[in-house]
């Protein structure tokens, strides 16, 4: 069993819904928990962190984490056509730890 | 994905030959990792270089060498490819010690296939 789980989709939204994504972890040790968003053909880039439980929220993304339930979410809000992309969880037992990932779900947010 | 600098981006190999995966960066980072991700398995890390001169294992080093050269530079060594080792992979760096902040960057992979 992968410590790190996550839906493949696709997950296909219209343009302006709302995105939800999640992730559960099985290792209660881990205190770290990260998005990346990966474009096609590209590398991955950080798009948030927080530490332990709570929610987060940059712009239009925000993150949660339920530690209770080892479960961790990512919403996205107003969606745009360049959200389409693939969104990979990771998570560390420390901020200096490895990161374990999530296989990433793919979003496509149709005009 | 600007800084992180990967050749070459794609390379196909014969079982039981050798390449060697460059990567360099520009940035002045201090740790530098190797990834391979793999359909349904997410990123797994192979090696890694905290510093200059040091260099660690990660989840999945078997079938792999790795040499941090200078500051700039840690290349990854398949010494006899396999099929397994059909991937893409990812070089990234880092200000810190860790991929968890925004000075962590990835390169932009190298699709390897092994026939």
């Known amino acids: 069993q992968k410590e790190v789980e996550q839906d493949p989709g696709p997950l296909s939204v219209p343009e302006g819904a709302i995105v939800s994504l999640n992730c559960t972890y099985s290792?209660?040790?881990?205190?770290?928990f990260m998005w990346y968003r990966q474009y096609s053909r590209k590398g991955p880039e950080l798009l948030m962190y927080?530490?332990?439980?709570g929610n987060k929220e940059d712009g239009r993304f925000t993150a949660q984490v339920d530690k209770s339930s080892k479960y961790i979410s990512l919403f996205i809000r107003d969606s745009q056509p360049s959200d389409s992309a693939t969104y990979l969880c990771?998570?560390?037992?420390?901020?200096?730890?490895?990161?374990?990932f999530g296989a990433g779900t793919q979003v496509v947010v149709t005009p | 994905n600007a800084g992180v600098t990967q050749t070459p981006k794609f390379q196909v190999l014969k079982t039981g030959q050798s390449m060697t995966l460059q990567c360099a960066q520009d940035?002045?980072?201090?740790?530098m990792y190797w990834y391979r991700q793999d359909p349904g398995m997410g990123l797994r890390l192979i090696y890694y270089?905290?510093?200059?001169?040091?260099?660690d294992k990660g989840e999945v080093p078997n079938g792999y060498n790795v040499s941090r050269l200078n500051k700039r530079e840690f290349s990854l060594r398949l010494e006899s490819a396999a099929p397994s080792q059909t991937s893409v992979y990812f070089c990234?760096?880092?200000?810190?010690?860790?991929?968890?902040?925004?000075?962590?960057?990835f390169g932009q992979g190298t699709r390897l296939t092994v026939v």
């Open positions: 990771a998570t560390s037992t420390d901020s200096w730890g490895k990161l374990q």
């Open positions: 290792n209660s040790a881990f205190q770290y």
């Open positions: 927080t530490y332990s439980s």
């Open positions: 940035m002045n980072h201090n740790s």
């Open positions: 270089s905290a510093s200059e001169g040091t260099t």
């Open positions: 990234a760096s880092s200000v810190g010690g860790s991929l968890m902040n925004t000075e962590a960057f």
